[in-house]
C-alpha cells in the first residue's frame, strides 16, 4: 500500500496480469494480497453489475499529456471515456484495508493514444487518473490482481473489465479501467490526470461543483476553533481565512527554483489567528495550512525567507510580526506560499490544528 498525495493505492502488480481492477480468486478459499484485499471465492458472471447501468454525466474530450515510466517521459492523448456509480455489495467477497472499507465503488473507463515514436510496454496511465470530490477530497484509486492464472471465474464487474495491452505501437489507442472508492453518499465533481512531467489535466463531472453545495466548508471571513501547541501545551485559538490570493513565479525571482517549481503557480494564503487562551504562543500554525485542489492533492506551505524588509515572508506575501509571541486575547494575520502543479486549481483551503480535540476544517474559496 502506498500513499501517494493523498490517493491510497493498493497495487499488486504481476506479470500477465489483467490490468484495471480484478478481484483476486483462488482454487479454495481466498488469498491474501498482501494489504489490498482478499476474496473468498470468485462470484458467478450473473452477479456482475450491468453493462448497461447509466453512465455519471462528465467531460469525455481529449487532452494532450505526459506518462513517466521508468524515469522516462512519453507523450500520449489521455480522456475519461465512461464513468459508472458501483454499489458496496461489487466487492462485498474483498477485504479491503479500513481506510476504503464501506466506501463506494467508481468505475472509470480512460483511453490513451501513443502519439510518440515508440511502442510503449506495459502502459499504465489509468494509474495517474483518479476522482475528485468538491472540497478536494481524492478517492482511492484500488487495483486488485488476479493472482491464479488457472481461474476461470472472476469478480470483475462487467463496467470494469478492460485490461491496457502489453503494449501500445505509435499511433495506436487502448483504454483501461480503473476502480476509485468514494465515502458514501458523497458526489464527484472532477475526473483528473496528474504526472509529474506534465502537471495536472482536469475533466468536469456534471457541473463541477459535485451536486452537494459547500460540502461542509465554510466561506471566506468565517471563523472556526482550534487547538496549537507550544512546548507540549494546548493552547485554544481561533481561526479565520481573510483571503487567498493568485501569484506569479516572477513573485519569486529572488529565491533559488527548481525547473520544476518555475512551472508552477504560486497561492499566497493569508489566515489570521485569535489566541482566546491564558498562555503565550509561539506562532507556527502555518504548519497546519494546506490547499486542497482539483486534482486531489493536498498543497503543503514552502518556507521562503526574505530578511531584506520587515516580517517574513515574501514581499508578496508577508506575516505581520516575524518570531515572536502571540499574547492572549490579540491577534496575528499570517500568509503562507502553496506552489500548485501547473494546470491544478485550489478548491479549498485547510487547517489542522495540535492538540487535545484538534480537527480539521476548511474553507471554499471561489
Same mark, same amino acid.
Given at each position: 500500500?502506498?500513499?501517494?498525495?493523498?490517493h491510497?493505492?493498493?497495487?499488486?502488480?504481476?506479470?500477465?496480469? *489483467?490490468?484495471?481492477a480484478? /478481484?483476486?480468486?483462488?482454487c479454495?478459499g481466498?488469498s491474501?494480497?498482501g494489504?489490498?484485499?482478499?476474496?473468498?471465492?470468485?462470484?458467478?458472471?450473473? %452477479?456482475k453489475?450491468?453493462?448497461?447501468?447509466?453512465?455519471?454525466p462528465?467531460?469525455?474530450g481529449a487532452?494532450k499529456a505526459a506518462?513517466?515510466?521508468?524515469?522516462?517521459?512519453? !507523450?500520449l492523448?489521455?480522456?475519461?471515456?465512461?464513468?459508472?456509480q458501483?454499489? !458496496?455489495?461489487?466487492?462485498e467477497r474483498?477485504?479491503?484495508?479500513?481506510?476504503?472499507?464501506?466506501m463506494?465503488?467508481?468505475y472509470?473507463?480512460?483511453?490513451f493514444?501513443? &502519439?510518440?515514436?515508440?511502442?510503449?510496454?506495459?502502459?499504465?496511465?489509468?494509474?495517474?487518473?483518479?476522482?475528485t470530490?468538491?472540497?478536494?477530497?481524492?478517492?482511492?484509486? *484500488?487495483? /486488485?490482481?488476479?493472482m491464479n492464472?488457472?481461474?476461470t471465474e472472476s469478480g470483475?464487474?462487467k %463496467?470494469?473489465?478492460?485490461?491496457?495491452p502489453?503494449?501500445l505501437?505509435?499511433g495506436s &489507442?487502448?483504454?483501461?479501467?480503473q476502480?476509485?472508492m468514494?465515502?458514501?453518499?458523497?458526489?464527484?465533481a472532477i475526473?483528473?490526470?496528474?504526472?509529474?512531467?506534465n502537471?495536472? /489535466?482536469?475533466?468536469?463531472?456534471g457541473?463541477?461543483e459535485g451536486?452537494?453545495?459547500?460540502?461542509?466548508?465554510?466561506?471566506?471571513?468565517q471563523?472556526?476553533?482550534? #487547538?496549537? !501547541?507550544?512546548?507540549?501545551?494546548?493552547?485554544p485559538m481561533t481561526?479565520?481565512l481573510t483571503?487567498?490570493?493568485?501569484?506569479d513565479?516572477?513573485d519569486?525571482?529572488?529565491?533559488?527554483l527548481?525547473?520544476? =517549481?518555475?512551472? #508552477? &503557480?504560486?497561492?499566497?494564503?493569508?489566515?489570521r489567528?485569535?489566541? +482566546?487562551g491564558?498562555?503565550?504562543?509561539?506562532? +507556527?500554525?502555518?504548519?497546519?495550512?494546506?490547499v486542497s485542489?482539483?486534482?486531489?492533492q493536498?498543497?503543503?506551505?514552502m518556507?521562503?525567507?526574505?530578511?531584506s524588509?520587515?516580517?517574513?515572508?515574501?514581499g508578496?506575501?508577508?506575516?505581520?510580526?516575524?518570531?515572536t509571541?502571540l499574547k492572549?486575547?490579540?491577534?496575528l494575520?499570517m500568509?503562507?506560499?502553496?506552489?500548485l502543479?501547473e494546470?491544478d486549481q485550489?478548491?479549498?483551503?485547510?487547517f489542522?490544528g495540535?492538540?487535545?480535540?484538534?480537527h =480539521?476544517?476548511?474553507w471554499?474559496?471561489?
Amino acid at each position: 500500500m502506498e500513499n501517494n498525495g493523498g490517493h491510497m493505492r493498493i497495487r499488486m502488480r504481476m506479470a500477465g496480469a *489483467i490490468a484495471g481492477a480484478l /478481484l483476486v480468486t483462488g482454487c479454495g478459499g481466498g488469498s491474501d494480497t498482501g494489504g489490498g484485499g482478499t476474496a473468498d471465492a470468485a462470484k458467478k458472471p450473473d %452477479e456482475k453489475p450491468s453493462a448497461s447501468a447509466p453512465s455519471v454525466p462528465m467531460e469525455t474530450g481529449a487532452k494532450k499529456a505526459a506518462w513517466t515510466d521508468r524515469d522516462r517521459t512519453r !507523450q500520449l492523448k489521455v480522456a475519461p471515456k465512461r464513468l459508472v456509480q458501483g454499489k !458496496q455489495s461489487d466487492l462485498e467477497r474483498v477485504r479491503l484495508d479500513g481506510d476504503v472499507d464501506g466506501m463506494v465503488p467508481f468505475y472509470l473507463t480512460v483511453s490513451f493514444t501513443n &502519439t510518440g515514436k515508440e511502442t510503449l510496454n506495459r502502459p499504465d496511465p489509468e494509474n495517474n487518473f483518479t476522482i475528485t470530490l468538491a472540497d478536494g477530497t481524492p478517492g482511492r484509486p *484500488i487495483t /486488485l490482481m488476479n493472482m491464479n492464472p488457472l481461474a476461470t471465474e472472476s469478480g470483475v464487474p462487467k %463496467e470494469c473489465d478492460k485490461g491496457a495491452p502489453a503494449t501500445l505501437p505509435p499511433g495506436s &489507442t487502448a483504454e483501461a479501467c480503473q476502480i476509485v472508492m468514494l465515502p458514501k453518499d458523497r458526489t464527484p465533481a472532477i475526473v483528473s490526470y496528474t504526472d509529474e512531467a506534465n502537471g495536472a /489535466l482536469m475533466w468536469k463531472i456534471g457541473d463541477g461543483e459535485g451536486y452537494a453545495g459547500t460540502n461542509g466548508l465554510m466561506s471566506v471571513g468565517q471563523s472556526a476553533d482550534a #487547538m496549537w !501547541q507550544d512546548d507540549n501545551r494546548d493552547v485554544p485559538m481561533t481561526v479565520t481565512l481573510t483571503g487567498m490570493r493568485k501569484g506569479d513565479t516572477g513573485d519569486l525571482s529572488r529565491f533559488q527554483l527548481s525547473a520544476a =517549481q518555475k512551472k #508552477m &503557480t504560486p497561492y499566497y494564503v493569508t489566515l489570521r489567528y485569535r489566541n +482566546t487562551g491564558t498562555r503565550v504562543l509561539l506562532p +507556527t500554525m502555518q504548519d497546519g495550512v494546506g490547499v486542497s485542489t482539483a486534482g486531489g492533492q493536498q498543497i503543503q506551505p514552502m518556507t521562503f525567507m526574505d530578511f531584506s524588509t520587515p516580517g517574513n515572508g515574501v514581499g508578496t506575501c508577508r506575516s505581520a510580526v516575524a518570531h515572536t509571541r502571540l499574547k492572549p486575547k490579540s491577534s496575528l494575520t499570517m500568509c503562507s506560499v502553496h506552489m500548485l502543479p501547473e494546470g491544478d486549481q485550489p478548491v479549498a483551503v485547510t487547517f489542522k490544528g495540535e492538540g487535545r480535540g484538534a480537527h =480539521q476544517f476548511g474553507w471554499r474559496v471561489p
